[in-house]
């Protein structure tokens, strides 16, 4: 074999190393954000369950999630539908209308809770006992983007019938 043709292919086989060594680093860094991703999935949806589990027992309440920044959307039509920025306003223009007319508070029953990189989705049912001895009940799916452990965007889908008819009649709780 003369050393033109065993250089060409020594350096053909070079080459292929190299391509080899470059496809096995980019498996390895894929490889590592699947493993940071499935921890940052893991946390999340430990800390909403905890949050819920929480909630359902009468302990703390899952709106402790929330980050001061919150940008939270009920979608729908009604009054309440919307996008509120902040904590303190969806607290006090969506939240505050509707827990000023239970006597008891929500309950939630969940059923499921899926972790999809920074999102956490939410499906339950809650219910209450309005002011007016009635039952409150409704159907809840929230999709949670989570950052450090907090809420910063969420986005809730519910019957806004019934909340609205909450609203409309029942007084709210004497302070």
């Given at each position: 074999?003369?050393?033109?043709l ?28 699947d ?5 940052v999935?893991i ?15 009468g ?49 939630p ?15 339950f049912?809650?219910?209450a ?14 999709i ?32």
């Open positions: 074999m003369n050393s033109t065993l250089a060409d292919k020594m350096a053909a086989a070079g080459a292929r190393l190299l391509v080899a060594i470059a496809l096995i680093g980019a498996a390895a860094l894929v490889a590592a954000a493993v940071d991703e499935s921890a999935e946390r999340n949806e430990s800390i909403v369950r905890t949050a819920f589990d929480g909630w359902a027992a302990r703390g309440n899952v709106f402790d999630l929330l980050a001061p920044d919150v940008r939270w959307t009920i979608l729908g039509s009604g009054p309440v539908a919307g996008t509120y920025h902040g904590k303190e306003e969806f607290a006090q223009r969506a939240s505050a209308p509707l827990v000023s007319r239970l006597a008891t508070p929500i309950r029953q969940v059923h499921h809770i899926w972790s999809v990189g920074d999102r956490v989705i939410v499906r049912d809650g219910s006992v309005t002011t007016s001895g009635a039952q409150y009940r409704n159907q809840f799916v929230w949670f983007r989570m950052r450090d452990g907090l809420v910063t965007e969420a986005e809730a889908f519910l019957d806004l019938a019934a909340y609205q008819h909450v609203v409309e009649n029942n007084e709210p709780r004497r302070q």
